[in-house]
Nanobody, 119 residues
Framework: QVQLVESGGGLVQPGGSLRLSCAASGRTLSTYDMGWFRQAPGKEREFVASISWIANMTYYSESVKGRFTISRDNAKNSVYLQMNSLKPEDTAVYYC????????????WGQGTQVTVSS
């Protein structure tokens, strides 16, 4: 399986922005759909966004539509999540993974990166 390392999280005020990165090793991600997930304390992990290999289609959960943008750079074997207009409810540990069927993860989880939105 591929190893995934997330980075770019931090503390930000409501309305602020962060850009998360996901670097992969072990095998190329160039032919896989990729997604971002998040998990807040006491809550289940939830789908955030995904991007397909075919046609470069993107998908977002209703809670982040219009605020988050997922992208990928196959040459760098990386996936990104640009997060704008952040809200306190976005506070969570964010994880990336290869996905199938738009929202279903297929590889093991990395350590994730913490995003905290607070005033």
């Amino acid at each position: 399986q591929v190893q995934l390392v997330e980075s770019g999280g931090g503390l930000v005020q409501p309305g602020g922005s962060l850009r998360l990165s996901c670097a992969a090793s072990g095998r190329t991600l160039s032919t896989y759909d990729m997604g971002w997930f998040r998990q807040a304390p006491g809550k289940e992990r939830e789908f955030v966004a995904s991007i397909s290999w075919i046609a470069n289609m993107t998908y977002y959960s209703e809670s982040v539509k219009g605020r988050f943008t997922i992208s990928r750079d196959n040459a760098k074997n990386s996936v990104y999540l640009q997060m704008n207009s952040l809200k306190p409810e976005d506070t969570a540990v964010y994880y990336c993974n290869a996905v199938k069927g738009i929202t279903t993860p297929i590889d093991s989880w990395g350590q994730g990166t913490q995003v905290t939105v607070s005033s």
